[in-house]
Nanobody
Framework: VQLQASGGGLVQAGGSLTLSCAGS????????MSWYRQAPGKQRKLVAI???????NYEGSVKGRFIISRDNARNQVFLQMNNLKPEDTAVYYC?????????WGQGTLVTVSS
C-alpha cells in the first residue's frame, strides 16, 4: 500500500487549502483514513479521521474549520482547511488503516503566514 499526499503550500492567515491523498496497492477499501500533523518541535497529532462508513472525528482546534472527506472507490482522502491560522503550520500526513495495519504517506508542508 502506498499513499501519495499533495496540496500543501504557503497561504496567508484566513485563507484555505485542500490536501489530497491517493492510496494505491490495495483492492480493498481502507477501514479508515486520517490526517495527522506535526508542527516544528512538537509531537505528531491526529487532525481528523473518517471511517469507511463515513464516521468522523476532529481534533478540537480544527472543528468548524476543517472538513475531511473521502472517495471510497478511489481510496482517496481529502482535507479542506478553511480560515487557516499560523498555528496550523505543520507537516501534514495522511494515514490509511487496513487489516489493523497503519500505512503512512509522505508529509506535505502547510505554512500559514500571519
Amino acid at each position: 500500500v502506498q499513499l501519495q499526499a499533495s496540496g500543501g503550500g504557503l497561504v496567508q492567515a484566513g485563507g484555505s487549502l485542500t490536501l489530497s491523498c491517493a492510496g494505491s496497492g490495495s483492492r480493498f477499501v481502507f477501514t479508515a483514513m486520517s490526517w495527522y500533523r506535526q508542527a516544528p518541535g512538537k509531537q505528531r497529532k491526529l487532525v481528523a479521521i473518517i471511517t469507511k462508513g463515513g464516521g468522523l472525528n476532529y481534533e478540537g482546534s480544527v472543528k468548524g474549520r476543517f472538513i475531511i472527506s473521502r472517495d471510497n472507490a478511489r481510496n482517496q482522502v481529502f482535507l479542506q482547511m478553511n480560515n487557516l491560522k499560523p498555528e496550523d503550520t505543520a507537516v501534514y500526513y495522511c494515514v490509511a488503516v487496513l487489516d489493523w495495519v497503519d500505512y503512512w504517506g509522505q508529509g506535505t508542508l502547510v505554512t500559514v503566514s500571519s
